[in-house]
C-alpha cells in the first residue's frame, strides 16, 4: 500500500489552524506524513504587517504540535512551487481553504489548476 503524505496549504492567518488539524486527523487515520506549506509570491511583500508574523508563528507552532514542518517558500510561480513541492514529497492528498468569494479569480482558480496538473492527487478542500 502507498505511503500517504498529506500537503496542507496555508495562508498568513490563523484561521487556517483548522486547516492543520484536519491534516492532522487524516494523517492519524491513514498512518502517513503531514506536510504544512506556504507560498509567497516573491513580488509581494512578506510579513507586510506584524499579524502576518504572529499569524505565521502561531500557524507553526500548531504545525509543530502534530507533528509536521511548516515550509515556507517564496516563488515567482506559485503554482509551480506548490506542484513541484507534491511531487517531490510524494503528495497523496492536498487540503486547501475555499477562497473567500471576492472576485479574485486567481485565488479561486488556484486550486482548480492544481487539481488540473496533480490528478493522481485527492484534493480536499475545506
Not at 29 to 56: P, R, S, T
Amino acid at each position: 500500500m502507498k505511503k500517504t503524505n498529506i500537503m496542507v496549504c496555508v495562508t498568513q492567518q490563523k484561521t487556517c489552524e483548522r486547516l492543520i488539524l484536519n491534516g492532522y486527523r487524516l494523517v492519524e487515520a491513514k498512518k502517513g506524513k503531514l506536510y504544512v506549506i506556504h507560498v509567497v509570491n516573491e513580488k509581494e511583500k512578506f510579513l507586510e504587517n506584524i499579524d502576518d508574523g504572529e499569524a505565521l508563528e502561531y500557524l507553526f507552532d500548531v504545525s509543530k504540535k502534530v507533528g509536521a514542518d511548516l515550509t515556507v517558500l517564496r516563488s515567482k510561480d506559485i503554482m509551480k512551487t506548490i506542484v513541484d513541492f507534491a511531487v517531490d514529497n510524494n503528495i497523496t492528498h492536498i487540503i486547501m481553504g475555499t477562497p473567500p468569494n471576492n472576485g479574485n479569480d486567481e485565488s479561486s482558480n488556484l486550486g482548480l489548476k492544481l487539481q488540473n496538473a496533480l490528478p493522481k492527487i485527492e484534493f480536499i478542500l475545506l
